[in-house]
Antibody, heavy 121, light 110 residues
Framework: EVQLVESGGGLVQPGGSLRLSCAAS????????MNWVRQAPGKGLEWLSY????????HSADSVKGRFTISRDNGKNSLYLQMNSLRAEDTAIYYCARDLADFNKYYFDYWGQGTLVTVSS | QSALTQPRSVSGSPGQSVTISCTGI?????????VSWYQQHPGKAPKLMIYDVSKRPSGVPDRFSGSKSGNTASLTISGLQAEDEADYYC??????????FGTGTKVTVL
């Protein structure tokens, strides 16, 4: 069974940093691209970042470019999101999602349950 | 990249059909046949319902169907059931391994 479990969320002050993790199991993690998607309270979904299966390609939304960095460790079956210079508007639930892009298919077939990040003083 | 435009809400009685539109531009929905739809119940993670405009993953009821014309994609739920009450989001590939989601639509079963 495919499982994605996010962790690392919490309360952080504006300007602070946080590193989110996503632990994958039930599939060959190194064969799949991965993404981070977030959802602000009461708002819609927002795509944030993509990383290819071998981490050779990464892309991010303009809203987080230069502040957030996606990475992965295929040996540990884990995906990460390093978030710096956090702002109040970054408050959201952060989801990791499996991507089929490396198979020339562009959609998210499995999602984690999300981890809440709150940016507040 | 601006969010795709969806109606804020749609509603229907059990057994009826509802259609949710998803309007993008020529550089996302209009050019790629990679529109997907996600169902999200309150407090839950999104669930894939439709991919590649009109394909259903295994386990998704066939009363969910998708289509696209020009810059607008649509999700139709036929034979509406109580458990279909949820938020629905469209998503389009936008090139260069980037994606754009829709604004979201709340489906209410009357």
């Amino acid at each position: 069974e495919v499982q994605l479990v996010e962790s690392g969320g919490g309360l952080v002050q504006p300007g602070g940093s946080l590193r989110l993790s996503c632990a994958a199991s039930g599939f060959t993690f190194s064969a799949y691209a991965m993404n981070w998607v977030r959802q602000a309270p009461g708002k819609g979904l927002e795509w944030l970042s993509y990383i290819s299966s071998g981490a050779t390609s990464r892309h991010s939304a303009d809203s987080v470019k230069g502040r957030f960095t996606i990475s992965r460790d295929n040996g540990k079956n884990s995906l990460y999101l390093q978030m710096n210079s956090l702002r109040a508007e970054d408050t959201a639930i952060y989801y990791c999602a499996r991507d089929l892009a490396d198979f020339n298919k562009y959609y998210f077939d499995y999602w984690g349950q999300g981890t809440l990040v709150t940016v507040s003083s | 990249q601006s969010a795709l435009t969806q109606p804020r809400s749609v509603s229907g009685s059990p057994g009826q059909s509802v259609t949710i539109s998803c309007t993008g531009i020529s550089s996302d929905v209009g050019v790629y046949n990679y529109v997907s739809w996600y169902q999200q119940h309150p407090g839950k993670a999104p669930k894939l319902m439709i991919y590649d405009v009109s394909k259903r993953p295994s386990g998704v009821p066939d009363r969910f169907s998708g289509s696209k014309s020009g810059n607008t994609a649509s999700l139709t739920i036929s034979g509406l059931q109580a458990e279909d009450e949820a938020d629905y989001y469209c998503c389009s590939y936008a090139g260069s391994y980037s994606y754009v989601f829709g604004t979201g639509t709340k489906v209410t079963v009357l």
